[in-house]
């Protein structure tokens, strides 16, 4: 299951080592990334409808490669691995920590991170996507800098915001200059991690701006790789080989 730059990663290293393997997406984005691998779109029906897909398309693996904001994802897999009786990896980077002359401010959840705006009207890069965009109406005084993957489809929940379309991976220089144009005062991420990322934080850094970083959905306990070449030995290695 896809959806980041390390399962776009992953996708290659399977296609290359000729193993069999389906690449799912959700269905968020209009134009999802191409693949090398067979794709598939679009939810399974909760955790029954996935172990159900498994069982019938008689698969021997599992590989979360969503987001770690994608929890409810990542639940259900675990949920159709112990169902189907499928060994699962879910293969995740690791989160970002605190460089030297960072200033960040960590909060739980999406709501920590609207309260932990200033009341002061400040003008906002809300680094989330789309999906969480009106918990941030609580605080319509900011202007807020939006950056989605495609056109809204509906009006946006809050009274002063600037949409930008752009697909990351992002850059350094690409996101420095766009906190500078849009003089931005604060910016709002989640703690994604990985290097698609990662170019605001470096940028916020630079101009020494607060941010506002929301740590990850808690999840259930699963084996987590964080490199291609783990991925790839535990598919070699069948479970009985390794007596786990
Ligand atoms: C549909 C597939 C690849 C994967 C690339 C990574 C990097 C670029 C950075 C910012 C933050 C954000 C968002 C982001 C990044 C990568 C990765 C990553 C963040 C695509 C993709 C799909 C999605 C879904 C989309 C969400 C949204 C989140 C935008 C493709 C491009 C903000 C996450 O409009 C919507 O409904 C968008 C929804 C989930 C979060 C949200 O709540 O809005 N990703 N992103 C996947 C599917 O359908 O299964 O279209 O090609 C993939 C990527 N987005 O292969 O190169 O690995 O993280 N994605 C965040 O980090 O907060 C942008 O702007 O700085
Ligand atoms: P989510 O909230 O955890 O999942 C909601 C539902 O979407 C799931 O229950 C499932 O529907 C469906 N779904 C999610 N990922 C899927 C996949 N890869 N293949 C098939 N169905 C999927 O998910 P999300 O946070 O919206 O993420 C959706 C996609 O965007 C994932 O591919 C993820 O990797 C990618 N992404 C998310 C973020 C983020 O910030 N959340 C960032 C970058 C990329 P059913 O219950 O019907 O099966």
Known sequence: MGGTTEAS?????????????????????????????????????GAEGLADFLRVGG??????????????????????????GLPLMA?????????????WTRVADMDAAVAALPETPSRVFLAIGRQNIATFGPKPQHHYLLRLVD???????LPDAHVILDRGPFTEAGDLALLRDHAITHLVAKNAGGSGAEAKLVAARARNLPVILIDRPALPPRPVAATVTEVMDWLAHPVTDRGV
Do not use: C, K
Request: glycine share 10%; proline share 13%; charged share 15%.
């Open 151 to 157: 056109p809204p489809s509906a009006p946006l929940p």
């Open 9 to 45: 990663q992953l996708a290659g290293a399977l296609a290359t080592a000729g193993i069999p393997a389906l690449f799912s997406y959700a269905g968020r984005t209009e134009t999802p990334r191409a693949q090398p691998l067979p794709l598939r779109v679009g939810g399974f029906g």
């Open 59 to 84: 698969f021997t693996h599992l590989i979360d490669a969503t987001h770690p904001f994608a929890a409810q994802m990542s639940r259900n897999a675990v949920a159709a691995a112990d169902a189907t």
């Open 91 to 103: 293969f995740e980077r690791p989160g970002w920590t605190e460089r030297p002359g960072d200033n």
